[in-house]
């Protein structure tokens, strides 16, 4: 582009009419991306929750550069290749017990409406018809027709609303109030013979990093299998080490019926994702009878160089070292976010695994289009920190490379911009 021209690109999530100038970067290694202006940025949120152990980590790059001077992309149905089966074998001894096949696509949205077909398909397939979707209060699954659907409504949605289809929504389990949202879960399942309930495990993301307990979890998917409803968890955001184990269902000791990996998927490198599912699902599709086919493909479905980045990440996370590194972060984050426990310019200071946030006190309410998040956002910019607020929800997700030393600039950095703009 020459110098003065205007970029004709249109970027997500962002109103260019208030965006300055784009920040552009031109290297990423580890934690850190370097502007062209040569600044040195802490990358606070893993580049939209997907780096985990680091930009261009060397294992993953190297896997990549090999695969694509071997074969780059081939069509998946009816063909195959070594990267894909390497990938579905060693999920399957990860994920969580019960789940026995996989199937992939290419994005974490995709990865929920390939969940969600599979849940129809299902009962179809037995005879069963059911397409009644329960949800759970602020969830995020993704932009698509059908994820916005079975997400929270709001702004981002309005103007397609009329295209989005029905659900029926469980309050979200606030503390001291869990029994609410368990009970409402039993209620639809017993009134609406719903296909499936669809979460986020343990923090639901987009919504605004909101936290609940494990045993919250466990009751929802006991409630699901009592009354024959299929669980699915959105593991999108939740998986690859984020909540403090590799998939936050670990911690519930939960088999969901189909399981979604996507983001840390291929350590955040190349644009890949899962839908795990057990076997009845599949076997529901299974027969000699075509029409019972899982119509469902996308043009590079299990691409052959996303599929080595992932199974280079699956390498990695084989690692005692690696994966004992997790409750390291878990540990600097708590000593990041403690500071703020007792500080009243913020509310719901909390922490799940490597993950935290907290609701910075303003005179408007708050809410995501709170008027503090693009100033906040400046500031951190200013700051050579990339983070990005729900509104006046700071949250710190950083790639598990992070020092303590960048924390400490980070939670700097959140306590001077509550000074400046509370
Ligand atoms: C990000 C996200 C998605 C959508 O993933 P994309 O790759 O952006 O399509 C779905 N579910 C959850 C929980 C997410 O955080």
């Given at each position: 582009m020459?110098?003065?021209?205007?970029s004709?690109?249109?970027?997500p999530?962002?109103?260019?009419?208030?965006?300055?100038?784009?920040?552009?970067?031109?290297?990423?290694?580890?934690?850190?991306?370097?502007?062209a202006?040569?600044?040195?940025?802490?990358d606070?949120i893993?580049?939209?929750?997907?780096?985990?152990?680091?930009?261009?980590?060397?294992?993953?790059?190297?896997?990549?550069?090999?695969?694509?001077?071997q074969?780059?992309q081939?069509?998946?149905?009816?063909?195959?290749?070594?990267?894909?089966e390497e990938?579905?074998?060693?999920?399957?001894?990860?994920a969580?017990?019960?789940?026995?096949?996989v199937?992939?696509s290419?994005?974490?949205?995709?990865?929920?409406?390939?969940?969600l077909?599979?849940?129809l398909?299902?009962?179809?397939?037995i005879?069963?018809p059911?397409?009644?979707?329960?949800?759970?209060?602020?969830?995020?699954?993704?932009?698509?027709?059908g994820?916005?659907?079975?997400?929270?409504?709001g702004v981002f949605?309005?103007?397609?609303?009329?295209?989005?289809?029905?659900?029926?929504?469980?309050?979200?389990?606030?503390?001291?109030?869990?029994?609410?949202?368990?009970?409402?879960?039993?209620?639809?399942?017993?009134?609406?013979?719903?296909?499936?309930?669809?979460?986020?495990?343990?923090?639901?993301?987009?919504?605004g990093?909101?936290?609940?307990?494990?045993?919250?979890?466990?009751?929802?998917?006991?409630?699901?299998?009592a009354?024959?409803?299929l669980?699915?968890?959105?593991?999108?955001m939740?998986?690859?080490?984020?909540?403090?184990?590799?998939?936050?269902?670990?911690?519930?000791?939960?088999?969901?019926?189909?399981?979604?990996?996507?983001?840390g998927?291929?350590?955040?490198?190349?644009?890949?994702?899962?839908?795990?599912c057990?076997?009845?699902?599949?076997d529901?599709?299974?027969?000699k009878?075509?029409?019972?086919?899982?119509f469902h493909?996308?043009?590079?479905t299990?691409?052959?160089?996303a599929?080595?980045?992932?199974?280079?990440?699956?390498d990695?996370?084989?690692?005692?070292?690696?994966?004992?590194?997790?409750?390291?972060?878990?540990?600097?984050?708590?000593?990041?976010?403690?500071?703020?426990?007792?500080?009243?310019?913020?509310?719901?200071?909390?922490?799940?695994g490597?993950?935290?946030?907290?609701?910075?006190?303003?005179?408007?309410?708050?809410?995501?289009?709170?008027?503090?998040?693009?100033?906040?956002?400046?500031?951190?910019?200013?700051?050579?920190?990339l983070?990005?607020?729900?509104?006046?929800?700071?949250?710190?997700?950083?790639?598990?490379?992070?020092?303590?030393?960048?924390?400490?600039?980070?939670?700097?950095?959140?306590?001077?911009?509550?000074?400046v703009?509370?």
């Amino acid at each position: 582009m020459m110098p003065g021209e205007k970029s004709r690109i249109w970027h997500p999530f962002t109103q260019h009419a208030l965006q300055g100038a784009m920040t552009k970067i031109v290297r990423g290694e580890g934690a850190y991306l370097y502007a062209a202006d040569d600044r040195r940025i802490i990358d606070a949120i893993a580049s939209w929750w997907v780096v985990t152990h680091g930009h261009c980590h060397p294992h993953i790059v190297g896997a990549i550069q090999k695969q694509a001077e071997q074969l780059n992309q081939i069509i998946f149905a009816g063909y195959t290749h070594e990267p894909a089966e390497e990938v579905a074998a060693q999920l399957l001894k990860l994920a969580p017990r019960g789940l026995d096949y996989v199937f992939f696509s290419d994005s974490g949205s995709t990865s929920v409406e390939v969940a969600l077909k599979m849940a129809l398909g299902y009962w179809h397939n037995i005879g069963e018809p059911r397409s009644r979707i329960v949800v759970m209060q602020h969830s995020y699954h993704g932009d698509t027709i059908g994820t916005m659907s079975v997400g929270a409504r709001g702004v981002f949605n309005s103007a397609y609303e009329p295209l989005l289809f029905d659900v029926t929504s469980v309050p979200f389990p606030e503390c001291g109030h869990e029994q609410e949202t368990l009970d409402a879960l039993e209620a639809a399942c017993r009134n609406e013979n719903p296909a499936a309930f669809i979460v986020e495990p343990l923090i639901l993301g987009a919504g605004g990093m909101l936290m609940y307990p494990a045993w919250v979890l466990r009751e929802m998917r006991r409630i699901c299998q009592a009354w024959g409803v299929l669980f699915i968890a959105d593991e999108v955001m939740t998986g690859w080490g984020r909540t403090g184990t590799l998939f936050a269902c670990e911690q519930a000791e939960v088999s969901p019926d189909i399981a979604c990996y996507s983001k840390g998927l291929t350590g955040g490198s190349l644009p890949l994702a899962v839908t795990l599912c057990r076997a009845d699902i599949f076997d529901a599709h299974y027969s000699k009878d075509r029409t019972r086919t899982f119509f469902h493909s996308s043009s590079y479905t299990a691409n052959p160089i996303a599929c080595a980045a992932a199974k280079a990440n699956l390498d990695l996370w084989q690692d005692q070292a690696i994966r004992n590194n997790i409750a390291g972060v878990a540990a600097m984050q708590e000593k990041g976010i403690a500071r703020f426990r007792a500080d009243a310019r913020f509310r719901n200071v909390r922490r799940t695994g490597t993950i935290t946030a907290l609701d910075l006190e303003v005179a408007d309410g708050g809410g995501y289009l709170a008027s503090v998040g693009p100033k906040l956002q400046a500031f951190f910019s200013s700051r050579n920190l990339l983070l990005r607020p729900l509104g006046n929800t700071i949250y710190v997700m950083p790639p598990y490379c992070v020092t303590a030393a960048d924390l400490n600039e980070i939670y700097t950095g959140i306590s001077d911009a509550a000074d400046v703009l509370a």
